[in-house]
């Protein structure tokens, strides 16, 4: 059975830095894109990052400043787990950030929920101003 589970997520000031992690669990992930999304209350889940498992290529959502390096994706193979870095934190960042597995498609990795079939329950973070 396959699991993910999200942790590290809390209350934090803006400016303030979170780490992310998601252990993973129950298959081969080697083949797989390992993806955070994020849903803030009323809106739509969005994409903010992936990695691919094997290679460790990543990718990052093409909005806001995450040129900037605000926030980065990473993962351990030996302890299975995949990391999301938020530095610099805003009041916007403010949601449920969620880990999510799915096959890899090719070149084409996949920015839409629907392209991925696994999901952890998600972690909350709360950026006060």
């Known amino acids: 059975q396959v699991q993910l589970v999200e942790s590290g997520g809390g209350l934090v000031q803006a400016g303030a830095s979170l780490r992310l992690s998601c252990a993973a669990s129950g298959r081969a992930f080697s083949s797989y894109v390992m993806g955070w999304f994020r849903q803030a209350p009323g809106k739509e889940r969005e994409f903010v990052a992936a990695?691919?498992?094997?290679?460790?290529?990543?990718?990052?959502?093409d909005y806001a400043d995450f040129g900037k390096g605000r926030f980065t994706i990473s993962r351990d193979n030996a302890k299975n787990a995949v990391y999301l870095q938020m530095n610099s934190l805003k009041p916007e960042d403010t949601a449920v950030y969620y880990c999510a597995a799915g096959p890899s498609a090719g070149m084409i990795v996949a920015t839409r929920p629907e392209g991925y079939d696994y999901w952890g329950q998600g972690t909350q973070v709360t950026v006060s101003s």
């Open positions: 990695i691919r498992w094997s290679g460790g290529r990543t990718y990052y959502a």
